[in-house]
């Protein structure tokens, strides 16, 4: 079945409704044009703090907004909760796995990355990695079922048992390898003192394993020492230069210094890699676009593929460039702010091929890095107008990417409920969100 809209306005096809897609829709609701975004979820989700839902610190409404609600009240979009299965650049037409056709005159795919697991896929079963609200709750499930199991351990246990449950691995120092760690530690020590008869969950060990040379590899070295101290200062164990070399269910393999070690964990995430969405591969067959190593859709400079302008790759699936005058174009980080602006960037573009104009190149404006380590602790590396670059840790990074976080959420309902989380958290320790059902899942 073919879905049609008038001929006389432009239809626009947006696949995925992460940042990328959000604002490329937001940014088209003034044009005179037909906008059908097509996404699997149902909800549009602030992967900033997915973490804290894994972490049993905010329920998964507090970051994430029905995508129907969002664009209610803009009239020349229309939502689909569906699966993108094909793309024919030469009848313009995308395939939905419910044989649904969707005929387009100009396609933004924004479908986002998924984990990499490096040529060991057999891993993931056993690391979960953190992309979607079912990859959190799937961790929350397996972290609170940890001490619950150690709880139920007899007195007489082996100590190696127990400490194989209270022990929980993150593989990969990036931002959210970190955050995960340093939330965890807070947990053992904080949230849940006090709670069990059979072991003092202080004395629960978070491991961060990082294969390079520092943790927040991409953000300045002063930030990136920082980091590590305030993580070890908190209680996480650092492992800097340690490679994974098994992953299974009792633990992990590591090998550090030339040598090779076990460590029995029950709680193993994954946060080493990403990998473009899949669809990266059909939107290549599609239109004869190359891919990167990652799977990434090389764009040309206005974010558009070679032969079909009407195409345009935004967000993780974009191997893309920032293009400054007078200087070398540099790759395009994979963080939302990006995403966010070649969303908008597409959307512009589109709006002067509407009228006869040529695509302008995508310039990619850095604000900064943050990242957070626990409580009253972070690192951030921001640019401020008329005074350069800041770079600030501690407290002060605290507030300050709290209120960022705040800030940038969907809908005002969102930034009221996790404000009162947080303050809730900040003032008692308490995770409200710790509640299980079934097997890894909410």
């Not at 995430?269 to 969405?277: E, I, L, R, T, Y």
């Not at 939107?283 to 558009?304: F, I, K, M």
């Not at 840790?393 to 009221?416: D, M, Q």
């Amino acid at each position: 079945m073919t879905i049609q809209t008038p001929a006389a306005r432009a239809r626009v096809v947006i696949i995925g409704c992460g940042f990328g897609g959000l604002e490329a829709t937001k940014a088209l609701r003034q044009a005179d044009v037909d906008i059908t975004v097509v996404d699997k979820h149902n909800h549009h989700l602030f992967q900033p703090l997915l973490y804290q839902v894994a972490t049993a610190g905010l329920t998964a409404p507090a970051i994430a907004e029905p995508i129907r609600r969002i664009f209610r009240k803009q009239r020349n979009v229309t939502v689909l909760m569906a699966e993108v299965t094909g793309v024919d650049a030469q009848t313009r037409s995308v395939f939905l796995n419910d044989g649904q056709v969707l005929p387009y005159d100009h396609l933004i795919v924004a479908a986002g990355a998924t984990h990499s697991y490096f040529g060991h896929d057999d891993w993931a079963a056993h690391a979960p990695g953190l992309k979607t609200l079912e990859d959190a709750f799937v961790i929350r499930h397996r972290l609170l079922m940890a001490y619950e199991a150690a709880e139920r351990l007899p007195p007489q246990a082996p100590a190696e048992q127990r400490d194989a449950l209270l022990t929980s691995v993150v593989i990969g120092a990036g931002p959210t390898g970190v955050e995960m760690a340093g939330t965890m530690v807070e947990i053992a020590r904080h949230t849940l003192k006090g709670e069990f008869r059979r072991f003092q969950s202080q004395k629960a060990r978070v491991l961060l394993i990082e294969g390079g040379a520092r943790v927040l590899g991409n953000y300045p070295q002063a930030l990136s020492e920082s980091a590590k101290q305030q993580l070890e200062k908190i209680g996480v164990e650092v492992r800097i230069g340690a490679r994974v070399t098994q992953i299974d269910a009792q633990g992990v393999t590591l090998e550090e210094g030339g040598q090779t070690q076990r460590i029995a964990a029950a709680t193993v995430v994954w946060a080493a890699g990403v990998a473009a969405s899949p669809l990266g591969k059909v939107v290549a067959a599609a239109t004869g676009a190359e891919l990167d190593r990652a799977g990434r859709v090389q764009v040309l400079p206005d974010l558009s593929l070679p032969g079909h302008p009407e195409i345009s790759v935004v967000g993780d699936l974009a191997a893309a460039k920032s293009y400054v005058p007078g200087q070398e174009p540099t790759p395009v980080p994979g963080v939302s702010p990006g995403a966010k602006q070649m969303g908008r960037t597409a959307a512009a573009n589109i709006l002067r091929r509407l009228r006869g104009e040529a695509g302008q190149p995508f310039r990619y404006i850095n604000y900064g890095d943050l990242a957070t380590i626990g409580r009253k602790a972070a690192v951030a590396d921001v640019g401020v107008p008329l005074l350069g670059q800041l770079r600030f840790t501690g407290f002060p990074a605290w507030l300050f990417w709290l209120f960022i976080h705040v800030f940038f959420l969907i809908g005002f309902r969102n930034r009221l409920v996790v404000m009162i989380d947080w303050a809730w958290s900040y003032w008692t320790f308490e995770r409200h969100a710790r509640i299980v059902v079934g097997k890894d899942e909410t």
